[in-house]
């Protein structure tokens, strides 16, 4: 299984055959990676290498420099995957015709988890697929607005079931939608998978910042690293504005028993269960000792920055930062 990620944000899942170049594999999806030679000698094919193992096949130094291979380039017009990977396409996926799936889901259920946050699930039609990097987004139509609204998968990817934790805000579209207008049974239409936020491989200490809602994409990365051995720890800071609104600790607490991971709660609003305050409370060198971490964070544009900005404050070496910033839709 080969993630390609576009330009534009836009992710597509393709699968590959044995000794089938990633071109190839792209092409028969219905992908047109842009390509000249095919041959390794123009080099208009590059692309990076993300994680996964391949072999590089034949090609000219012009087509690709020993530098570039340092830097992890590859020509997909060479290359052929020998595990599953994940590579960026220089190009849009416009630029590489791909089409926009829709995806017409059934919900399953919706339960609240409080009285603003919304766990939805819905199932995809007999036989569909849609697999995701734990971390993505898909984009859930509104019926009858042309809008749409997007929401991290909150579960891992794989089977025809698919979960979204929503925060239901007064009077906005989708939460009018899904408080007034939905029922189970309903067809609700969603693209995907979207984004480049998502799970790579663990290499060190690593370190999950969420924001509200933006707990769901550390469930389903979560519930990944829980099917494998996992050799390096997971921290995970949550913050929510009220103890009622920190949702699904009991998934967190089923986490920590089966994998090195931890987590740490904070509410804005004093309560007697939680920390209070802010997640980067805890972004101190007494707290956070290893030599670097990997962090990712998603949340709400001011606390993402807040914890960036922590960080450099306490001198805390990061060697990758991934964000998700949430953008109020205003309505
Ligand atoms: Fe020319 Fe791949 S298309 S090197």
């Not at 690593?206 to 769901?216: D, H, R």
């Not at 607490?253 to 802010?278: L, R």
């Not at 972004?283 to 290893?290: D, S």
């Amino acid at each position: 299984v080969i993630a390609l990620n576009f330009e534009d944000g836009v992710t597509r899942i393709i699968e590959s055959r044995s000794s089938e170049t990633l071109a190839d594999a792209a092409f028969r999806a219905g992908i047109n990676i842009p390509l000249d030679c095919n041959e390794g000698v123009c080099g208009t094919c590059k692309c990076k290498w993300k994680s996964g193992q391949f072999e590089m096949g034949d090609y000219i130094e012009e087509a690709l420099s020993e530098e570039e291979t340092a830097d992890g380039f590859s020509l997909a017009c060479q290359m052929t995957p020998t595990s599953d990977m994940v590579v960026d396409i220089l190009a849009s996926s416009k630029a590489c015709k791909v089409k926009s799936v829709t995806h017409a889901t059934t919900i399953l259920s919706m339960d609240f988890l409080s009285s603003e946050i919304l766990k939805l699930v819905v199932k995809l039609q007999k036989g569909e697929k849609l697999p995701f990097l734990q971390g993505q987004y898909a984009n859930l139509d509104i019926p009858n607005t042309g809008v749409h609204r997007s929401y991290s998968f909150s579960r891992d990817s794989g089977g025809d079931v698919l979960e979204f934790i929503i925060k239901l805000i007064p009077n906005g579209l989708m939460s009018n939608y899904l408080r007034d207008k939905v029922k189970i049974g309903d067809i609700l239409n969603l693209k995907g998978p979207t984004g480049s936020f998502y799970l790579r491989d663990l290499h060190r200490p690593t370190l999950f910042f969420a924001g509200g809602t933006g707990i769901a994409p550390f469930l389903a990365m979560l519930e990944k690293l829980s099917k494998h051995k996992v050799k390096h720890t997971i921290q995970l800071f949550y913050g929510a504005n009220t103890e009622a609104n920190l949702v699904e600790l009991e998934r967190l607490n089923a986490f920590k028993k089966i994998m090195p991971f931890d987590y740490h709660t904070v509410s804005v609003e004093p309560t007697p269960n939680h920390a209070q305050g802010f997640v980067n409370q805890w972004i101190t060198k007494e707290v956070l000792n290893a030599k670097e971490y990997d962090i990712y964070i998603c949340g709400p544009n001011a606390m993402v920055e807040s914890v960036k900005a922590s960080f450099t404050k306490a001198g805390i070496k990061i060697a990758h930062c991934y964000l998700e910033k949430f953008v109020p839709s205003g309505i």
